[in-house]
């Protein structure tokens, strides 16, 4: 299956959650916002809304600094 991530294509197994997609790239679910099909998704969602075939998903990380 195939998506497009951050604008780029990325190939996934099988259809998975947000919540796995952010665990299979190792990044930390509290310090991203995730758009998915131009839907912007609660954090609460991560689990719910599942990533398939076709699908658009843009993570933007928080950075701090000062």
Do not use: C, Q
Not at 32 to 50: C, G, M, S, Y
């Amino acid at each position: 299956m195939r998506i497009k991530l951050n604008g780029d294509a990325y190939e996934i197994s099988s259809p998975l959650s947000v919540a796995a997609l952010l665990a299979k790239l190792e990044i930390d679910p509290r310090r991203v916002a995730i758009e998915h099909n131009l839907v912007v998704i609660r954090k609460d969602a991560f689990d719910r809304i599942t990533v398939a075939d076709g699908d658009e998903v843009e993570i933007v990380n928080f950075v701090g600094g000062g």
